[in-house]
């Protein structure tokens, strides 16, 4: 694999190097497979251009690369390490779109408004030459003010500022459709040196990591309506309504709060947004998106345009990320061939059995990804905690079984409290939230604050086990 971009692949793109494309993306990143740029347009609106790495270029169809990708199917990460779905020499090489340098891309080119909505997209083959490799962190300091990094930085501060309006607008629009913003904290784990967890954390999302989201969403979504409307095989992201008999059991925790859920409208997002504006401002709902999430389908792969529920979009794929995720790597050759004149009897012919295995093998490998990730971070956790034994701390019942109840702390660090340890107790438990006290009328709910020792944790399995303070 070269380093260094073949100035015969250069042949019939669209030259963006002298374009203000730059990335934004974590202290920590490694790899860079998306870059922004937007400019004014005569007629007052915006050209966004979303720019990702033609991964396509390189992993050719039916190569060895190409099935190892395929059998991988997504890049797995757990603290301070990935397990890559490509090699580093493309992730971190070739296909990263490093400062300074000539990248081949696949960009996304979108006419917006200044109120986000979009006239109309066209996709070309790219070079480009990154400006800068920004951090979020500098970003949100750049929109906050900083004096220091707005001199910095001066040839990319007013392009920053307009690309955070345009978010704005873009996320009002997708909440006035209906979208739902579930914005469930995740745990950052920080690992030393020699890969022990030192930290745990939540991952905070400034204006930038909201900014970078908005844009990623509007090219994925541009790239399906495209695709669905000319009939073009490729493989979707879709989402289906809930299960009316979950949103029951939701609706019914939610009442104390005062909502009023019809579980037998799953379409009616707003009022699920009502909950969700509710619970940031109460921490006694704290609870409540996690709930709502464990109530909706889980997302997956498929080779019909059938639409994004929790997105609330007509039309919706991955196209942004093809470093770590096969399904986009599966439209960006796609698209590669439409764009190089194949028609739709063409398409149909290469890819039609191809987008359906693909789907299935995403959705697949994706579900095995997210299992060993959320097993490996269990485990950093039960390390962090076994450091930590003896000490005391109020949480979150987060989760209530037959034998007794999980709480989550502060940090995202989450512990079992089995029944047994509550003494001279006769709970009966009520078969989906929470347990009763016969003998004193106390009752264990989902969402309620109780205080805990933490009293054990095994690494191996990932499992912390808590006591209550006052059995």
């Known amino acids: ?71 991988r199917g997504t890049s797995v990460y757990y603290p301070g390490h990935v397990v890559p779905m490509l090699p580093f020499a493309l992730s971190h090489g070739i296909c990263s779109l490093n400062p300074d340098v000539d990248r081949l891309t696949f960009s996304a080119l979108m006419e ?12 070309a083959k790219s070079v480009i030459r990154s400006k800068a490799r920004m951090t979020y962190n500098k970003v949100n300091k750049i929109l906050a003010g900083d004096k220091a990094l707005r001199e910095q930085y001066a040839f990319l501060v007013e392009t920053a500022e307009k690309m955070n309006e345009l978010a704005h ?19 950052q784990i920080t690992v030393d040196e020699d890969g022990r967890p030192v930290a745990i954390q939540y991952r905070d999302r400034g204006e930038s990591e909201k900014l970078i989201e908005e844009f990623m969403l509007q090219a994925n979504e541009a790239v399906a309506e495209y695709m669905c409307k000319r009939g ?8 289906e309504n809930p299960d009316p008999e979950k949103l029951r059991v939701f609706a019914q925790f939610a009442r104390p709060f005062g909502y009023r859920i019809d579980p037998s409208k799953p379409e009616d997002t707003f009022q699920f947004q009502t909950v969700l504006r509710g619970a940031k401002n109460d921490p006694r709902q704290r609870i409540l998106p996690t709930l709502l999430l464990r109530s909706l389908a889980r997302a997956r792969y498929a080779d019909e345009c059938i639409g994004h529920y929790g997105l609330k979009a007509k039309f919706y794929l991955h196209f942004t990320s093809p470093i770590r995720r096969y399904p986009d790597t599966s439209i960006h050759r796609i698209l590669s061939d439409l764009v190089a004149g194949a028609d739709q009897t063409t398409l149909k012919r290469r890819y039609g059995e191809f987008t359906s295995l693909a789907a299935a093998q995403s959705s697949q490998t994706e579900v095995r990804a997210v299992t060993g990730e959320r097993s490996a971070e269990d485990c950093y956790i039960a390390e962090y905690m076994k450091a930590h034994l003896g000490e005391r701390h109020t949480g979150i019942i987060s989760g209530v079984t037959p034998k007794g109840i999980f709480v ?9 409290v089995s029944l047994n340890e509550f003494e001279n107790r006769e709970f009966e438990y009520d078969g989906e939230v929470s347990h009763r006290d016969l003998r004193s009328g106390r009752v264990l709910m989902m969402g309620e604050e109780i205080g805990i020792i933490v009293a054990a944790a095994d690494v191996a399995t990932g499992r912390v086990d808590f006591v209550p303070q006052e059995p």
């Open 112 to 123: 917006v408004d200044r109120d986000g909505r979009r006239y109309g997209a066209k996709f």
């Open 408 to 416: 989550k702390l502060e940090n995202n660090a989450e512990g079992f």
């Open 169 to 187: 607008a873009l996320y009002k629009r997708r909440i006035e459709r209906g979208a739902l913003e579930l914005d469930i904290p995740e745990a």
């Open 1 to 71: 694999i070269p380093q260094e971009v073949d100035p015969a692949a250069l042949h019939g793109r669209l030259d963006l190097r002298d374009k203000l494309i730059f990335t934004i993306d974590g202290d920590d990143a490694k790899d860079f497979d998306d870059a922004v740029s937007l400019e004014p347009l005569e007629n007052g609106h915006y050209l966004l251009g979303v720019h990702i790495a033609d991964v396509s270029h390189y992993v050719t169809p039916g190569s060895p690369l190409d099935q190892e990708a395929y059998r």
């Open 232 to 239: 073009f095989p490729t493989v979707y992201r879709v989402h």
